[in-house]
């Protein structure tokens, strides 16, 4: 599986070990997000973007329940067709999000996953990932929201 990673992508903000709930007593859940620029993804590979295409986008720091995840079409991209999943690459790749339509109207939401849905609790610092998951033609505009909601434990 081929890894795309570049830090303008990676929010640096989820690193941050200051959260007003990190030094409290008191864990409030808190949002954080990131814009996926499909054409800087493409100018940081340096080659095609192609189906399993890993795109590392919210890093989240040890100790931290992920409450759930989810992404957004910010502006339609301009492949035939493009679907990701979001979740995490070394666990569940589409533990939030499956299948969802990147091409799709701008505004769009991916689906939740499950109507109750199972809380991620990581002990060592991971990322939250893009998979894309099925690529047809060549994808070289679109941008695509990443968010999830965390809190520290």
């Known amino acids: ?15 941050a070990t200051t959260h007003a709930s990190m030094g409290s007593n008191i864990k409030v859940p808190y949002l954080v997000e990131v ?9 940081s590979k340096g080659s095609a973007l ?20 989810g992404a957004q079409v910010v502006t339609a991209v301009d492949a035939t067709a493009a679907t990701i ?18 091409k799709g109207t701008a505004g769009t939401y ?8 199972v809380w991620t609790t990581l002990g060592t ?11 047809t033609g ?3 505009a679109g941008k695509t929201r ?4 965390l809190q520290d434990v």
Do not use: K
């Not at 189906?51 to 989240?60: D, K, L, M, T």
């Open 1 to 15: 599986m081929a890894a795309t990673t570049t830090t303008s992508l990676a929010n640096s903000a989820s690193t």
């Open 35 to 43: 814009e996926i620029n499909w054409a800087e993804v493409l100018a």
């Open 50 to 69: 192609e189906a399993n295409e890993v795109v590392q986008c919210i890093r989240v720091p040890a100790g931290t329940i992920i409450l759930g995840a």
């Open 85 to 102: 999943d979001v979740g995490i690459t070394g666990g569940d790749v589409d533990e939030w999000v499956d299948g969802f339509d990147i």
């Open 110 to 117: 991916s689906t939740d996953l499950s109507a109750s849905p």
């Open 125 to 135: 610092a991971d990322t939250i990932d893009i998979l894309l998951a099925s690529l």
């Open 138 to 140: 060549t994808l070289t």
């Open 146 to 149: 990443v968010y999830a909601l």
